[in-house]
């Protein structure tokens, strides 16, 4: 890509760390405590319709889920939020229409949603069946895993919200 020889990339890296720590800021730090335990308290109520499936002896006692070999609280950090920043981050410092833009934050909403409820899942499955790997899959595999997952999501959204709708305008104006 050409795009990115020159001053581009470091463009990119500092539009992306200003707009990481202003909504790290405005999104964490600063945001109202309603809206933070609002959101905690979803994760925690969608996860539990979710895990209910599995095991209906599951509790659900504000943003605890109660397991039978362990409870699993529901944080801020849980929320997939951070993911949302890094992905909001890269979509905003990448050059791209302000449509394609908002089509990312879209994308990206539902799509870091959809990965974070796997990886609640995921964990809720060790806390049922494989307690003894609960802490290696929280801390070390969906670490990992969830960053990979982000970056992906953002090469899908270049490669279908940005260049091909580049490339589409590009052969309307060859045409005229």
């Not at 760390?17 to 933070?36: C, I, K, Q, R, S």
């Not at 849980?78 to 979509?91: D, H, P």
Request: proline content about 2%; hydrophobic content about 55%; charged content about 15%.
């Amino acid at each position: 890509m050409k795009k990115y020889g020159g001053k581009k990339p470091l463009t990119f890296a500092g539009i992306f760390v200003l707009v990481a720590a202003v909504e790290y800021l405005v999104f964490y730090h600063f945001a109202p405590d309603f809206l933070t335990t609002g959101l905690i308290e979803l994760t925690a109520k969608i996860l539990h319709v979710i895990v209910s499936v599995l095991d209906s002896s599951i509790l659900l006692m504000g943003e605890r889920l109660r397991f039978p070999k362990m409870d699993l609280i529901i944080i801020y950090e849980c929320t997939g939020g951070f993911a949302m920043f890094i992905f909001s981050a890269c979509v905003i410092a990448y050059p791209s229409s302000i449509a394609s833009k908002i089509w990312g934050h879209v994308f990206g909403v539902i799509g870091v949603f959809i990965i974070n409820m796997g990886r609640l899942l995921v964990l809720s499955l060790s806390a049922l069946y494989a307690r003894n790997l609960f802490d290696f899959i929280h801390k070390y595999l969906w670490q990992a895993t969830f960053i990979i997952l982000v970056l992906l999501m953002w090469f899908i959204w270049i490669n279908v919200f940005v260049e091909k709708k580049k490339s589409a305008k590009s052969k309307n104006d060859k045409k005229k």
